[in-house]
């Protein structure tokens, strides 16, 4: 049985029944959609995609008319993506937000270069104010020292940290108190897996959120594409001919991420729902209440009072509340010393023994001694 779409007529070609698109039923469809494998044409795909992340965007209450807002752009196909999104819905549904763009240079020749470049011009495509901050300004270091120095297995530790560090400080540059970052589904749903398999309960409550607040931060973050997925994210930036930048990372993501990544995608095979359905998992976890430490001792005695009483006070001296600085380089922390600075300091003292035949050992240990402590610090 054959077809001709009466919304479609510069389309002469006769479209069989199964193939018309299974929203508009009207237009041949040319896309499976990966989140719920429906057979859709092109204009029905445009028109999903963005209503979704417009309907996150307007539940969660996202914005608010007259905010200024960064999207963190490194030239990705998400953030390129989020960038095109957003001034595309503010324009259309009038949020009243403006729009910067915000990247962070790590330096890592030959991907970063590369991917700020493709920034520069979305920058002219976008026609949006572009502010870009290094670490090699901020830290003194670029990613590509550091990781002569600890490896590439901890390269994402240490650029993580300084990342978001470099973003809030961009953002504080700049008067911003709200940063949007291309996170999507799949970033989420990873994320989820991997807190549950750490048992890291105190992430795990935070995992699923779309807008996350950090203790001493006045910037806030959020990630509009909470619900959309990879798949589609590249779909859609392939078919609006978007210009990113493709290329991964020269430092590989650390293994346990790309073990969570890869499971996660043998499960969306099998049940391309999962992603969706973590989330939501996720998101109804109610977690027991935590238990206030000590409290059962202070009945014991007033010498053990005494005792626990001092204790808390130094407790209290490494747990900065919101507002304060760190005192190393200033900028705002909830710890005395900030994560950034507790990793450039392990750096810088591993920095002369760059040249040492058994400097890779010794950073080991370094970076290892790091990580530690950086995991009992409250943040
Ligand atoms: S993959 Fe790791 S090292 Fe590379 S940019 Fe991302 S966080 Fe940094
Ligand atoms: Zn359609
Ligand atoms: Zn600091």
Redesign the pocket.
């Known amino acids: 049985m054959s077809y001709t779409p009466p919304t479609d007529p510069t389309n002469k070609q006769p479209v069989k029944l199964s193939q018309l698109c299974e929203i508009c039923h009207s237009r041949k469809a040319i896309i499976r959609r990966p989140k719920n494998l429906q057979k859709i044409c092109k204009l029905c795909f445009y028109h999903v995609f963005e209503t979704e992340i417009h309907n996150t965007i307007v539940s969660t209450k996202l914005f608010y008319p007259g905010e200024t807002v960064a999207v963190g752009a490194s030239g990705g196909k998400d953030s390129t993506v989020l960038a095109y999104i957003m001034k595309l819905l503010n324009e259309r549904h009038h949020y009243g937000i403006n729009i910067v763009l915000l990247s962070v240079d790590?330096g890592?020749v030959g991907y970063r270069d590369d991917s700020l470049a493709t920034v520069k011009r979305n920058q002219k495509q976008y026609n949006l104010p572009l502010e870009i901050v290094s670490y090699k300004e901020l830290y003194n270091w670029t990613?590509d020292e550091i990781v002569e120095i600890v490896g590439i297995r901890n390269?994402?530790t240490y650029?993580?940290v300084l990342?978001r560090q470099a973003l809030d400080r961009g953002a504080n540059k700049l008067g911003i108190k709200h940063v949007v970052t291309g996170h999507n589904a799949d970033d989420m749903a990873e994320t989820v897996l991997m807190n549950i398999l750490r048992g890291d309960v105190a992430r795990l409550e935070k995992s699923t959120a779309i807008l996350t607040e950090s203790n001493g931060s006045p910037i806030k973050r959020s990630k509009p594409f909470k619900y959309m997925y990879q798949k589609e994210i590249v779909l859609y930036a392939h078919y609006k001919k978007l210009d990113y930048f493709s290329t991964e990372?020269?430092?590989?993501?650390e293994a346990f991420r790309g073990t969570a990544r890869e499971y996660m995608k043998n499960l969306e095979a099998i049940r391309p729902s999962c992603i969706i359905d973590i989330i939501h998992s996720g998101e109804n976890l109610v977690l027991k209440p935590k238990q206030a430490k000590k409290k059962t001792t202070v009945k014991k005695s007033t010498a053990n009072k005494n005792k626990i009483q001092n204790e808390n006070t130094e407790d209290n001296k490494q747990v900065f509340v919101d507002g304060n600085r760190c005192e190393r380089c200033g900028y705002l922390s909830s710890n005395k010393i900030c994560k950034a600075c507790i990793l450039l300091e392990g750096l810088e003292m591993n920095r002369p023994k760059v040249n040492v035949s058994n400097a890779h050992e010794d950073s080991e240990d370094g970076a290892a001694k790091n990580l530690r402590t950086l995991e009992r610090l409250h943040f």
Do not use: D, V
């Open positions: 790590e890592i990613m390269s994402c650029c993580g990342r990372c020269t430092y590989a993501p």
